[in-house]
T-cell receptor, first 116, second 111 residues
Framework: NAGVTQTPKFRILKIGQSMTLQCTQDMNHNYMYWYRQDPGMGLKLIYYSVGAGITDKGEVPNGYNVSRSTTEDFPLRLELAAPSQTSVYFC???????????????FGPGTRLLVL | ELKVEQNPLFLSMQEGKNYTIYCNYSTTSDRLYWYRQDPGKSLESLFVLLSNGAVKQEGRLMASLDTKARLSTLHITAAVHDLSATYFCAVTGGSNYKLTFGKGTLLTVNP
C-alpha cells in the first residue's frame, strides 16, 4: 500500500493564480482531511470529508474549495492565491468507526506552497 | 471551542535524562492521539489513548491519559538523539470527525 500520496511536493505560485493540490489514499478510508501547517502554529483543519460526496468546512476554509467524488481522492483547490496561503499542506485519512469516531489519521508527505 | 495546550513548546535535554510533555484539553473527549514529526517530514502516529487511565508504551516513550483532569502525558525515558522531533497531541472534541491539534513540542536531545 502506498498509503496517502500528495502531489506536487513543492510549488511556487504567483498572487492571483489558482492550483489544485492532489491527494489520494489506497486504504479505503472513508474520512479524509486537509490541514495547513504554519511554523509554530500546529495544524489547522481546512476541510474534511466523511465520505464520497460529503464535505464540510474546518477551521480555516476561506480561499479554498474541495470535492470528493470518489473514496480515494480528495483534491484541494486554491483560487486566487494570496501570500497568506504560503504554507505546508497535509492531506490525511482515517477509518471511521461507529458513532462518528475514528482510528488514527494517516498523513501524506505534504505539499510546500510558496505564493509570491 | 476545544482548546489543546501543550507544554513545554520547546524542550532541550541531554541524552540519558527523563522528561515529560504535557497535553491539556478544554472539553470532554474520549480519544487522544500522539504524533511525531521529524523536520521537513510528515506526521507519524505514535499512540491512540481511548479511555481514562489508558497507558501505552513504545520503546522509550510512554503515554497516559487522565480524562477527569483532561490531561495526557508523554514521558521520555533515558532520551537518545533519535527521539529529537516535534511531538503533537490531538483530541477529538464535540465532533468526532475532527481532531484539534496542540501547537507541538520541539524536542532536541543533545549528546
Amino acid at each position: 500500500n502506498a498509503g496517502v500520496t500528495q502531489t506536487p511536493k513543492f510549488r511556487i505560485l504567483k498572487i492571483g493564480q489558482s492550483m489544485t493540490l492532489q491527494c489520494t489514499q489506497d486504504m479505503n478510508h472513508n474520512y479524509m482531511y486537509w490541514y495547513r501547517q504554519d511554523p509554530g502554529m500546529g495544524l489547522k483543519l481546512i476541510y474534511y470529508s466523511v465520505g464520497a460526496g460529503i464535505t464540510d468546512k474546518g477551521e480555516v476554509p476561506n480561499g479554498y474549495n474541495v470535492s470528493r467524488s470518489t473514496t480515494e481522492d480528495f483534491p484541494l483547490r486554491l483560487e486566487l492565491a494570496a501570500p497568506s496561503q504560503t504554507s505546508v499542506y497535509f492531506c490525511a485519512s482515517s477509518r471511521g468507526l461507529a458513532g462518528g469516531r475514528q482510528e488514527t489519521q494517516y498523513f501524506g508527505p505534504g505539499t510546500r506552497l510558496l505564493v509570491l | 471551542e476545544l482548546k489543546v495546550e501543550q507544554n513545554p513548546l520547546f524542550l532541550s535535554m541531554q541524552e540519558g535524562k527523563n522528561y515529560t510533555i504535557y497535553c491539556n484539553y478544554s472539553t470532554t473527549s474520549d480519544r487522544l492521539y500522539w504524533y511525531r514529526q521529524d523536520p521537513g517530514k510528515s506526521l507519524e502516529s505514535l499512540f491512540v489513548l481511548l479511555s481514562n487511565g489508558a497507558v501505552k508504551q513504545e520503546g522509550r516513550l510512554m503515554a497516559s491519559l487522565d480524562t477527569k483532569a483532561r490531561l495526557s502525558t508523554l514521558h521520555i525515558t533515558a532520551a537518545v538523539h533519535d527521539l529529537s522531533a516535534t511531538y503533537f497531541c490531538a483530541v477529538t472534541g464535540g465532533s468526532n470527525y475532527k481532531l484539534t491539534f496542540g501547537k507541538g513540542t520541539l524536542l532536541t536531545v543533545n549528546p
